[in-house]
């Protein structure tokens, strides 16, 4: 039996309460301090893995409670009902670094698949206070920061042409490893700024027009299912560095448009 | 004529001023998207140019108004009354890069020295809604994120003293040059994670206990001078890579205590 259609209208107040109780369940352990290695051996407290878990644990039951028949993939719990038309896929803390690190540039990224095409993601904030979502026609960032005035924003990419004009990002270059490694450093050379640290937050800039390449290797689906629909829904382009689908992750290329996109293939490519 | 010595209890309502002032001047430009050069040349609007102005006009103005025979040494305008006993340091966007690509990882800094030794300073970040001050005894944050509950934490730097379990944060590993690029990369690969793209919020984790190390090459006196109390008043210490005074920049080793900043100043002069 395939489940009725999902609209927009449905997916984003499901999704809302899905920001806010990830954000419930991860806050508590954020800037807490990660116990020093040596003092406990073999009992080392890790907020960043029980922050993890206790995330993805009520995003299960929550997506489970209201669409039980529902696939999900999670990067702390694994595969469930795989083969069903929907599929959720879950990394409740991406930038598990910038997380321990008590830096404000990680998120939970929920997204929704439809026979493995994405249909909806979220990245959400909830130290900052700011949810970006996308469907893959229309993205927005809705901020409940320090004002806590509400506000919607609509997300375009920019119209950045020309690599020499580009703002490039990658989490960290020294992850990058062997021919790639190369690759993407002749990339960066070529581009007028590049800003590394930023783990999902450099996916959700570029739909807000802030940054114009991303370039990545090694993802898993979890790392950018959720955040597909949110670059595509602003105008830009995610594919993996040889124009393939990037559903399943691995060395992932996502530009603001088709033409910045192209070139940046070129140049990976060693055209 | 010398000023009557400034307290915590008078700075701090200051410095929440500057935070507010600074703060309202900065957001209207954050995630402003910068004009892509080929379109305007010669005329290109650049929001962190505008951004930066802006803000360290408020706040030179509130100190002039308040301090009026306090010197004022700043990134955008200056200095002015050398050689007056209090002297404030001010870099309105610090992580200038960050804020380009609209990532949430830059700070406004202010610095008040007395004869040359810093005696309080701030770290405020708007968009986050948190705010680091210390006066060299006690540091703390101030946090108005979206609960809209005002939070204060007494920060603590951790207890880490080995490399071996060290966090160490540098904003790019790629502006290190020459042979303190090579001293980096070695206290690097005896550390246990580095992060890049902090800047000035590095600084402040560090204070909070997230992160062990940070070393950057560089710097300005309105890069540090704010930063140097509240990693002090965090139970830090902070000096350039040969343990001289930082508050002039240059390169900085910063860490969260005496045992660790000194098995890293060993590892960055080669011993």
New interface residues.
């Given amino acids: 039996m395939n489940s009725p259609e999902l609209t927009a209208a449905t997916l984003e107040p499901f999704f809302d309460e899905l920001a806010r109780l990830s954000g419930e369940a991860i806050m508590p352990y954020f800037?807490m301090?990660p116990a020093?290695?040596?003092k406990t051996p073999g009992q080392v407290f890790d907020p960043v893995t029980e922050a993890d878990r206790a995330a993805e644990r009520v995003i299960r039951a929550h997506i489970k409670k209201h669409f039980p028949d529902h696939a999900i993939r999670g990067e702390e719990f694994g595969r469930e009902n795989t083969g069903a038309e929907y599929e959720w896929v879950i990394d409740p803390i991406d930038g598990t670094?910038?997380f321990?690190?008590?830096?404000?540039?990680w998120g939970t990224l929920v997204g929704l698949q439809r026979n493995g095409i994405a249909v909806f993601g979220m990245m959400n904030q909830?130290?900052?206070?700011e949810c970006f979502t996308g469907d893959g026609k229309i993205s927005r960032v809705i901020s409940?920061?320090?004002t806590?005035i509400l506000k919607t924003r609509i997300l375009k990419t920019?119209?950045?042409?020309?690599l020499g004009?580009a703002?490039i990002?990658t989490t960290?270059?020294?992850i990058i490893k062997g021919e790639e490694s190369l690759a993407y450093d002749r990339l960066e050379a070529r581009c007028?700024?590049?800003?590394?640290?930023?783990d999902c937050?450099?996916y959700a800039?570029l739909a807000?027009?802030?940054?114009d390449l991303v370039v990545e290797t090694g993802l898993q689906a979890y790392d950018i299912a959720a955040l597909i629909p949110i670059i595509e829904g602003a105008g830009g382009i995610v594919t993996t560095w040889t124009g393939g689908s990037p559903a399943e992750g691995g060395s992932i290329l996502a530009a603001g448009n088709k033409a910045l996109h192209s070139q940046a293939m070129d140049v990976l490519s060693g055209y």
Avoid: E, M, N
Avoid at 192 to 198: E, I, P, S, V
Avoid at 208 to 211: T, V
């Fill in positions: 800037r301090q020093v290695a040596d670094r910038g321990i690190c008590g830096l404000p540039t909830p130290h900052v206070g409940t920061s320090r806590q920019r119209d950045c042409l020309s004009d703002f990002a960290s270059p020294r007028k700024l590049a800003r590394y640290g930023g937050y450099a800039a807000a027009g802030q940054i």
